[in-house]
């Protein structure tokens, strides 16, 4: 059995982007991140893209509505940073506070500077193939993960667990595009699939996203099958000081002697999302780049 080491890939992919950064003259990228309210996870995950940021040399320009923002402010403020030819990517911290309506917010941002990749138009990009547009940062860290450490989809059974617009569809969909690293067949489950455990069994490739601690057990799995669990859950554990760990949604101890490789958590898919979101900004600062040159 092979772990796939997240942290690892993602420090290459820090270093790969530095680079790329470092060698184009003239602005540097910059990355718009909008956090209303004062959430605490929400804070350390701003945090968390502010400090990655900083390392490839990606101007970040934090803004800080209060939580009371009105929806026609918040939309105004993103329509400001779509209209501003130094920001080339939008994020607006998930969750925004009640009353606030995440989608129309999503939705406002324009879609070149959608790094998150949650507008529609994004979404749909995917479907088409069009790689043009932005994926969602956990499935393009999944497909980034299984590319670097050497799995080819082609022709493989890809079992994608969770139907979600975040993860589950755009990485099944990912998975299912006509092209290299690609071409699976792909199986989706979710909440109303019967007997769960006769379809993850076929799976060559099982991508678990359904929020549910150690849900999938060794009794699931097929022998040989690469497993991805992007699963991140908060047990219980008092011999901690935080009193809880974080586990995924496999239950790792039965599932990694049966794998070929496996990601662990944390440590696997976690640090990818916001390395995908880096180059995501990277990728718009180019695309602007080349669009006003
Ligand atoms: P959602 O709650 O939006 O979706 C969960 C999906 O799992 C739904 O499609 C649901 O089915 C399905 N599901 C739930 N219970 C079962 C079950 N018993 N059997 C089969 N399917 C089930 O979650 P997300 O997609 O947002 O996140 C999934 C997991 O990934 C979470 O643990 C989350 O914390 C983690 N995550 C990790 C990230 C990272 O960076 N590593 C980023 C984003 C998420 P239905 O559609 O029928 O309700």
Redesign the pocket.
């Known amino acids: 059995m092979e772990l796939i080491d997240g942290n690892q890939i993602a420090a290459t992919l820090v270093a790969e982007l530095k680079a790329q950064v470092a060698a184009i003259p003239g602005r540097r990228p910059c990355l718009a991140l909008v956090r209303v309210g004062e959430d605490a996870a929400s804070v350390s995950y701003v945090k968390k893209k502010e400090k990655t940021a900083a390392e490839i040399g990606i101007e970040s320009r934090i803004i800080l509505p209060p939580v009371t923002i009105p929806q026609a402010e918040l939309e105004k403020l993103i329509d400001d940073l779509n209209a501003d030819p130094a920001v080339d990517g939008i994020l607006v911290q998930s969750p925004l506070p009640k009353p606030l309506n995440e989608q129309a917010v999503f939705s406002r941002i324009a879609p070149q500077k959608d790094v998150d990749g949650f507008h529609t138009v994004n979404i749909g990009k995917i479907a088409q193939e069009d790689s043009t547009g932005f994926v969602a940062c956990?499935p393009a860290g999944i497909m980034e993960l299984l590319a670097r450490s050497g799995t080819d989809l082609a022709g493989k059974h890809v079992v994608v667990?969770?139907?979600?617009l975040?993860?589950?569809k755009p990485v099944g969909l990912l998975a299912l595009q006509k092209k290299a690293g690609a071409n699976a067949t792909v199986t989706f489950?979710?909440?109303?699939?019967r007997d769960?455990p006769s379809i993850t069994r076929l799976a060559d490739v099982l991508i678990a996203?359904?929020?549910?601690a150690e849900?999938v057990t060794g009794d699931m799995i097929k022998p040989d099958a690469v497993v991805i669990d992007?699963?991140?859950?908060r047990v219980s554990d008092p011999s901690k000081k935080s009193g809880y760990k974080l586990v995924g949604?496999v239950h790792f101890d039965s599932v990694a002697p049966l794998a070929t490789k496996i990601t662990p958590v944390p440590g696997g898919?976690?640090p990818m999302?916001v390395c995908m979101l880096m180059k995501n900004t990277v990728k718009a600062w180019t695309l602007g780049r080349s669009s006003t040159a």
Request: charged content about 10%; proline content about 0%; overall charge positive.
């Open positions: 956990t667990l969770g139907r979600s975040i993860v589950g489950c979710h909440s109303g699939t769960l996203a359904i929020g549910r849900f992007v699963g991140i859950n949604d898919v976690g999302t």
